[in-house]
């Protein structure tokens, strides 16, 4: 099974996917295809090169990934899953702390360590690539230059860390979506997690769902989170983003708990359908949980 | 009075400040300053360098600018008007467009033209910098160097725009906020506002603020709208942002129709002050209206 990430070799996104496949998946057939950014991922998962896609979708310093939500409401895709992984961002070069002149990141590494560079390297050059492993690559080249980016890519790409930890905040978390695409429903991990040995009601499932509003009613969004309120749905998020017909009009991207399938969901869904343009499920999927977040 | 601003010379914020100012302002003795970043803008207003600092808040194409959002919560400012601004990229250069290797821009700009990016230059090196206006003067270095700006940054830093309206969508617009420093009160602006010809009743105003909910309780944002929706009041943006304590964890900026002095919106706020965490008021200002929008 091609399972499509960020690439090149290093990338958070390929933690991510080794963590959720360690968790989730028993065979060990699996291959990465290592895409150039986060809309090829979906582009991979379209064409059936890759059966299974993951990309960031928000960060616990620097908020959504705006191209992950957006692609989310242009492509068809299935939600699956989801995982944390903690980041540790690394200044990496292959020379000196002196000699950086040029510091190369993910927009949301740059994001992440805003202060950070600010204070130590007001004067460098910041570029922008498709990954922070790309980055750690793309670092081995000058000496002059430094990347933004995990513990492994040095070690993949034989750098130094010049500084650990050097985000803004030290907690720093980044959730990752696990998609599927059209022809997902033969596939082995979904298998691996109908089988689990956690049945399903006892396992807690989370819902994504993407709504426009109607702009011309007030208190459209009200009425809405009304519905879940009133089937004691409970909300994890809500983001907003732009429709990008006008500046003021937006879509919302709503996650809650429970299963599309649950009889409350259904209900719920049902009546919010009645009040919006439109409605978009993204899927429901096993909520992750891990003690330490 | 001095005016921060994004810079150098031919920013979209420069351009903000002046279309505000020509709006609200009478008399001409406006300086501007010319700043590195957003956050140095604010950091102005603290130091009382300046007196009135705009930054961008949010795109019709990328949402919302992150760095203002966080900005707006950790220093203490008023907003005291908002403007829109339309923006159409340009692609600048001194060399030609087959000899373009890199490309420099603020990152909402880079953002804002993805695709056009992705379909024209897949190859060049993307280099951000702190706004539109410092790439277009970056830009003149290098024959093989161009930066997504203004069509005035052109005419400013003798550049050829080698491609007009490149953002991925055609229409394009960006919301700027006018803040007020502490020792706003005596300035005179302000009183023009007070004392224009059109009466305080009649213009409409918006208020922002920003609340932190209690995550232990489900159901907060809802009933944050329902004090809304109860007392007639009309949301026209609702924004979350990472608190950056936890993944999940988040802050809200709501903006609403209507003057913090009104006696609805005071009793609304006083409803909702009980029911969340922390709420920060940052300022009612008159509505900015276009009919193009």
């Known amino acids: 099974m091609i399972i499509a990430v960020l690439g090149p070799r290093g990338s958070y996104s390929e933690k991510a996917a080794r963590q959720w496949l360690a968790e989730n998946c028993s065979e060990d057939d699996q291959v990465l295809e290592y895409c150039d950014d986060i809309q090829d991922v979906f582009v991979s998962l379209k064409s059936g090169s890759a059966k299974i896609g993951i990309t960031p979708v928000e960060n616990s310093i620097e908020g959504s990934v705006g191209v992950t939500l957006d692609m989310l409401l242009e492509y068809d895709i299935d939600i699956i899953g989801e995982t944390v992984v903690t980041i540790e961002h690394c200044l990496l070069s292959r020379g000196k702390k002196e000699d950086i002149r040029i510091i190369l990141s993910h927009p949301q ?23 922070t492993s790309h980055a750690a690559k793309l670092a081995t080249e000058f000496e002059e230059m430094a990347a933004i980016a995990s513990r492994e890519s040095a070690e993949m790409y034989d750098l130094n860390i010049i500084l650990p930890n ?16 059209p022809d997902y429903s033969t596939n082995s991990c979904q ?3 109908r089988n689990s040995a956690v049945p399903e009601a006892k396992r807690f499932f989370k819902t994504s769902i993407i709504v426009y509003l109607d702009r011309d009613r007030p208190g459209a969004l009200y009425e809405i989170l009304g519905e879940f309120a009133s089937h004691g749905v409970n909300l994890t998020r809500i983001e907003s983003r732009p429709s990008k ?5 937006y879509v919302f991207y709503i996650d809650f708990e429970g299963h599309i399938n649950d009889e409350i969901i259904k209900e719920a869904i049902y009546n919010i359908e009645s009040k919006v343009g439109m409605l978009k499920n993204l899927g429901s999927y096993p909520i992750y949980k ?4």
């Open 109 to 131: 590494g740059l994001a992440q360590c805003r202060q950070f560079l600010k204070d130590h390297f007001k004067d460098a050059e910041l570029r922008t690539t498709g990954s």
């Open 166 to 181: 050097i985000q803004d905040r030290e907690q720093n978390h980044t959730r990752f979506l696990i998609m599927a695409g």
């Open 191 to 193: 298998d691996t997690i």
């Open 245 to 249: 017909r006008s500046l003021g009009d």
């Open 290 to 293: 891990k003690d330490h977040l």
